[in-house]
């Protein structure tokens, strides 16, 4: 079985910096592609960041020089800094990950999400 859990999200006010974790677990034999989405309320999921497993990323014009994304391969960790916050941030925050399990069959599993709210 593969777990994805996301933690690192809060309340944080406008300017701030948060930095979100997610760790993958499990049956797993590799880890593709991670990345972060978000979903703000009465609005659709939006890709956030992503990063390959060769350390390439792809980050969504909104937070292009705000946001970084990174990960550790030897601990499945996708990681995402969070700078100079500001409200159109607000959103719950779900980690993605394409996971070859024991069994070799290639996976999507998302985390369960994590809420991250900037006000003053």
């Known amino acids: 079985q593969v777990q994805v859990v996301e933690s690192g999200g809060g309340l944080v006010q406008p300017g701030g910096s948060l930095r979100l974790s997610c760790a993958a677990s499990?049956?797993?034999?590799?880890?593709?592609?991670m990345g972060w989405y978000r979903q703000a309320p009465e609005k659709q999921r939006e890709l956030v960041a992503s990063?390959?497993?060769?350390?390439?990323?792809n980050v969504a014009d909104s937070v292009k020089g705000r946001f970084t994304i990174s990960r550790d391969n030897t601990k499945n960790t996708v990681y995402l800094r969070m700078n100079t916050l500001n409200h159109e941030d607000t959103a719950v925050y779900y980690c993605?990950?394409?996971?070859?399990?024991?069994?070799?069959?290639?996976?999507?599993?998302w985390g369960q999400g994590t809420q991250v709210t900037v006000s003053s």
């Open positions: 990063i390959s497993s060769g350390g390439s990323t």
């Open positions: 499990g049956s797993i034999l590799g880890v593709n592609d």
């Open positions: 993605n990950a394409r996971i070859v399990n024991i069994y070799w069959r290639l996976g999507e599993y």
